[in-house]
């Protein structure tokens, strides 16, 4: 019978993919954000994606399990779906707002993952894992914060053409 601690290390295998997956396709939307702000908001969060790579495996190694990636297909339709915008609005006024709203589909996903996972953690008496969850899904709800703030300060004002 699977009891809590494998549908936990099953969900942090899939969440390992995410973040990896993740990794790759934040240069890629910075690259194609046309704000400066916004770019610098995908390029700040990369380098925190790859904290969380790392305390994803601290996470696993405080299981004493092996860190290991399960296919996330939900990570992987989102990225599609925001490769698949950044190339429909390329050009566009409204290419920055497109790009915020592919990456918080990412960040609300993540952030729902990771919120499961503390809980879990804490169900499990892993106060390591719990700590390390937690520190990444406070990073995650301020990634989603900060996409939102550039999209009501900036991208959705050119998205309809307004932008001074």
């Not at 702000?37 to 305390?55: I, M, N, P, W, Y």
């Not at 339709?77 to 915020?100: H, Q, R, V, W």
């Not at 996972?117 to 937690?134: I, M, P």
Request: proline share 2%; net charge negative.
């Amino acid at each position: 019978m699977k009891m809590l601690k494998e549908l936990f290390l099953s969900q942090l295998a899939d969440v390992y993919d995410a973040e990896n997956r993740i990794v790759k396709a934040l240069p890629k939307m910075a690259k194609a954000a046309t704000c400066n702000s916004l770019r610098d908001a995908f390029l700040s969060h990369l380098k925190e994606t790859e904290g969380h790579v790392k305390k994803v495996e601290q996470v696993f190694k405080s299981f004493d399990a092996k860190p290991k990636a399960q296919k996330c297909p939900a990570t992987v339709g989102l990225l599609e779906e925001g490769d698949e915008i950044a190339s429909e609005f390329k050009g566009s006024p409204a290419i920055n707002a497109a790009l915020i709203a592919a990456a918080q589909k990412v960040e609300h996903y993540e952030t729902a993952t990771y919120g499961c996972l503390h809980e879990w953690a804490e169900l499990l008496d892993n106060e390591e894992a719990a700590r390390l969850l937690q520190e990444i899904l406070k990073q995650e709800e301020a990634a989603n914060s900060k996409l939102n703030d550039l999209a009501l300060n900036r991208s959705n004002d050119e998205a309809l053409g307004q932008a001074a």
